[in-house]
């Protein structure tokens, strides 16, 4: 079974602090990756995706993977009560023959205090 | 605006009826997707469609059914069978296989 795993949290920091959101997976040929910030009642919203190794930056929000040690991770900036929210991990697993599925992990609640 | 639709927002049923949830996009993606999450849970996948008339089981595709008969439609409909069907229902598109996904606002059916 291909899994995803992130703490559940919750995750409290405070405004103006940088949150750092972990997820590991255990396909280790997995070949794409994504962030999505889903708040109470709603539906995900794509933050961003990463393919290679390394960093990527997209405003206040920095993707980190490391796919030798698979873990991908999101780093918030200046954090701000906005901000709280659940974060989904997502990966597309190798061995993809017949079938496309996503693999989501059951997200990190973010708490930022004002 | 591009978008992804779903209806109704709210939708209530009695035990025992089929009700059939909507999805529209005009995002003009190949690809569709349906997700149910319960409280607390992740997301798990129903169906999801690559091209228009094919689609393929998901995860937890027993009590559900799909069609895809146009690029822009991939209803859902949750059978008599689907033995606890109340959840909260994603409907998703992207712009190619494996590719980044963008969510429709959900449908959250009750069944009492």
């Known amino acids: 079974q291909k899994e995803v795993e992130q703490n559940s949290g919750p995750l409290s920091v405070p405004e103006g602090a940088i949150a750092s959101l972990n997820c590991t997976y255990s396909?280790?040929?997995?070949?794409?990756f994504f962030w999505y910030r889903q708040y109470s009642g709603k539906s995900p919203e794509l933050i961003m995706f990463i393919y290679s190794n390394g960093d990527k930056e997209d405003g206040r929000f920095t993707a980190q993977l490391n796919k030798a040690s698979q873990y991908v991770s999101l780093l918030i900036r200046d954090s701000q009560p906005s901000d709280s929210a659940t974060y989904l991990c997502?990966?597309?697993?190798?061995?993809?023959?017949?079938?496309?599925?996503?693999?989501f992990g059951a997200g990190t609640r973010l708490f930022v205090k004002a | 605006d591009g978008g992804i639709t779903q209806s109704p927002k709210y939708l209530f049923r009695k035990e025992g009826q089929n009700v059939t949830l909507s999805c529209e996009q005009n995002l003009n993606h190949d690809a569709m997707y349906w997700y149910r999450q319960d409280p607390g849970q992740g997301l798990r996948l129903i169906y999801y469609?690559?091209?228009?008339?094919?689609?393929q089981k998901g995860d937890i595709a027993e009590g559900y059914s799909v069609s895809r008969e146009k690029k822009e439609s991939f209803p859902l409909t949750v059978t008599s069978a689907q033995k606890n069907p109340t959840a909260f229902y994603l409907c998703a598109s992207s712009p190619r296989p494996l590719g980044e996904q963008y969510f429709g606002p959900g449908t959250r059916l009750t069944v009492t």
């Open positions: 396909d280790r040929g997995s070949q794409s």
């Open positions: 997502a990966v597309n697993p190798s061995g993809q023959a017949g079938g496309f599925k996503t693999i």
């Open positions: 469609s690559q091209i228009v008339n094919d689609f």
